[in-house]
């Protein structure tokens, strides 16, 4: 199994980005895929996931501007930011869960003017 993320990059604040996650098998296989970040000093943070049914849920701190999304044809899951802040630089890791997690190689994204 294999994910792999694409994406990332520079973005001015209050820009938006849109980062993929495309599984090698169907995205069915897992109950819940979704994003990790990681900021420098910082511990890693979930950012929000999706289930295998739809749900969705994100962290606070960034309710109203992400949102997390898939194409179940396309074996992908999305995340859409929006009114990007500096606070939300770092590496975007994706991750899904089976009987075990598997982890994305992470893209970055950076946010400065």
């Known amino acids: 199994v294999q994910l792999v993320e694409s994406g990332g990059g520079l973005v001015q604040p209050g820009g938006s980005l849109r980062l993929s996650c495309t599984a090698s098998?169907?995205?069915?296989?897992?109950?819940?895929m979704g994003w990790y970040r990681r900021a420098p000093g910082k511990e890693r943070e979930l950012v929000g996931d999706?289930?295998?049914?739809?749900?969705?849920t994100v962290v606070d701190s960034v309710k109203g501007r992400f949102t997390i999304s898939r194409d179940n044809a396309k074996n992908t899951v999305y995340l859409q930011m929006n009114s990007l802040e500096p606070g939300d630089a770092a590496v975007y890791l994706c991750?899904?869960?089976?009987?075990?997690?598997?982890w994305g190689q992470g893209t970055q994204v950076t946010v400065s003017s």
């Open positions: 098998v169907s995205i069915f296989s897992f109950n819940t």
């Open positions: 991750f899904g869960v089976t009987w075990r997690t598997y």
């Open positions: 999706i289930t295998s049914g739809g749900s969705t």
